[in-house]
């Protein structure tokens, strides 16, 4: 199987193919063979992970590909796997195959909806496989299409409204990752490993100058800037977060789980990838910067989150917060803290998707994601006593999402703040606050919807499906088993992180 990372990657877009066959109006033998395919391809991340060797360091030789593809430039079509991307893959593939199922109910041109999600997935896959920055760069951009038109044609009534923001923003972010990408061209001398993510990682460009504006300036310093704002716009890094709330509240269910479970995590690899191993001194020089940023994602996350009355804008709000300890971990530079921030991506992307996921099945039912209407009503109350099964599912990843011990958020946020007491302990205990605030509103939310009076329309609505169970077991299984056992995680990225702490150990 040495060629399972092309065919992880092909079979989403073979796929699409299969979907052009189809005639528009069959949308059940759609949704089957769009089911189909995702199966297969998660089914392959699995026999990935079955043959990946976790001693090793670096990218397995075995699964490794590389040939030319546009020669001229010394641009290769080149993919790999890591102990640092697996889990991505992994993630990837299990996700897009419950959003499918969590999308059987869509009905608004089916064709295209799903024809397009299996795009997504495949330029997700070229994401977290490319080891060609040019090709890194393309899957970037492509992943930009389908969830420009996912979100502008299924979403809310503000789609268009959150579809050009999400698309501006991101967009404007990969402007500057290709300056950067065009400077590492030409710096680096225009060879064969000009565009090759691994040769140009090591520190090679600290001591180079750069003229700008008249003055001179560190070449590393300056692309790592570029670099940083690209992919904190993706983490999103506050202040560059202001379309995740908008893009989360008009996108539809499965196009939510995505953008927070996987999407997001595109950023935070970025600098795990790219940004941290090629300027290891100009990530160490702004570390505490970083780390400052991270502390207000957290912090400022939290307060927005507590202030919703949307339950979706409350959980994007929640997202900010949590995708900011994962900087903080990253900031850190230690082995705990890298550990947790990639354990962390992991574990935000399953008890992320889940709330998610629930606010979905509640709004098929109501219409509406009202905690608090508009006009001071409560939108929900006394959900418990009349959606057993819901409010258990429900209670599992808000748990999984406050970080409770057993559960699997619990151990990537230990991690993290061992890996960062020594280095940043006021940033740590004020990260503390967080955590707090996160209990708070996560707990305040579940008591004005499943506590209290029943509100009457409640009563008309009936528990979770066979369909809608069986989607949500697999993440209530993941939180679970990775919050009483996550060595399967963390054996997979040991060598790889211990390997990067190294690096950045360097120059620190």
Same mark, same amino acid.
């Given at each position: 199987m040495q060629h399972l990372l092309d065919w992880i990657l092909w079979t989403p877009a073979l796929g699409i193919l299969g979907i052009l066959l189809i005639p528009g109006k069959s949308h059940n033998v759609i949704r089957f063979w769009s089911l189909f395919v995702t199966a297969v391809t998660f089914l392959m991340t699995i026999l990935l992970y079955c043959q990946f060797d976790?001693?090793?360091?670096?990218?397995?030789?075995?699964?490794?590909?590389? &040939?030319?593809?546009?020669?001229?430039? /010394?641009?290769?079509y080149s993919l790999g796997v890591d102990g640092i991307s697996l889990p991505m893959i992994l993630l990837t593939g299990l996700l897009f195959f419950l959003c499918i199922l969590s999308s059987w109910t869509i009905t608004k041109s089916v064709k295209s909806y799903f024809a397009l999600f299996l795009m997504l997935e495949a330029s997700v896959f070229g994401v977290f496989m490319a080891l060609d920055f040019f090709l890194f760069y393309v899957f970037w951009e492509v992943m930009l299409i389908p969830m420009f038109f996912l979100i502008g044609i299924w979403g809310g009534e503000n789609r268009e409204y959150a579809a050009v923001k999400f698309f501006l923003y991101t967009f404007a972010g990969s402007v500057l990752m290709l300056v950067g990408l065009i400077a590492l061209y030409f710096v680096s001398g225009e060879n064969a490993d000009s565009f090759n993510i691994l040769a140009l990682q090591g520190g090679k460009f600290g001591a180079m100058t750069i003229k700008l504006f008249g003055a001179d300036w560190n070449f590393g310093k300056?692309? &790592?800037?570029?670099m &940083?704002?690209?992919?904190?716009?993706?983490?999103?890094?506050?202040?560059? /977060?202001?379309?995740?709330?908008?893009? /989360?509240?008009?996108?539809?269910?499965?196009?939510?789980?995505?953008?927070?479970?996987?999407?997001?995590?595109?950023?935070?690899?970025?600098?795990?990838?790219?940004? &941290?191993?090629?300027?290891?001194?100009?990530?160490v020089y702004f570390s505490q910067g970083i780390a400052w940023l991270g502390l207000i994602n957290v912090i400022y996350g939290a307060l927005c989150a507590m202030a919703q009355n949307d339950m979706k804008k409350l959980i994007a709000y929640s997202s900010v917060?949590?995708?900011?300890?994962v900087m903080l971990g990253l900031a850190a530079m230690t082995t705990q803290g890298v550990n947790g921030a990639v354990l962390q991506m992991f574990n935000h992307g399953t008890s992320t998707s889940m709330m998610f996921l629930m606010v979905g099945v509640l709004y098929e039912r109501s219409h509406h994601r009202w905690i608090v209407r508009p006009d001071g009503t409560k939108g929900f109350g006394g959900l418990y006593t009349q959606l057993p099964i819901y409010s258990i599912v429900f209670i599992i990843s808000m748990f999984a999402s406050m970080g409770l011990p057993g559960l699997s958020g619990f151990i990537s946020e230990a991690l993290i703040f061992l890996g960062i007491y020594k280095t940043f302990t006021t940033i740590t205990v004020l990260a503390l606050v967080g955590l707090l605030i996160g209990a708070a509103y996560l707990l305040w939310m579940f008591?004005?919807?499943?506590?209290?009076?029943? $509100?009457?329309?409640?009563?008309?609505? /009936?528990?979770? $499906?066979?369909?809608?169970?069986?989607?949500?077991?697999?993440?209530?299984?993941a939180v679970v088993l990775f919050g009483v056992y996550p060595s399967p995680l963390l054996n997979m990225m040991k060598a790889s992180v211990g390997s990067l702490v190294s690096l950045m150990a360097k120059f620190q």
């Open positions: 976790p001693s090793i360091p670096g990218m397995q030789e075995y699964f490794s590909v590389k &040939f030319p593809w546009i020669e001229q430039f /010394h641009i290769y300056i692309v &790592f800037i570029g &940083f704002i690209g992919f904190a716009i993706k983490v999103p890094i506050f202040p560059f /977060h202001t379309w995740l709330p908008h893009a /989360h509240v008009q996108a539809p269910t499965a196009v939510s789980v995505i953008l927070a479970g996987v999407l997001l995590k595109m950023g935070t690899y970025g600098f795990l990838r790219i940004a &941290f191993p090629i300027f290891p001194e100009a990530a917060s949590h995708m900011g300890f008591k004005r919807m499943f506590f209290g009076d029943v $509100n009457p329309a409640v009563v008309e609505y /009936h528990d979770m $499906n066979a369909r809608e169970i069986f989607y949500m077991a697999p993440l209530c299984v």
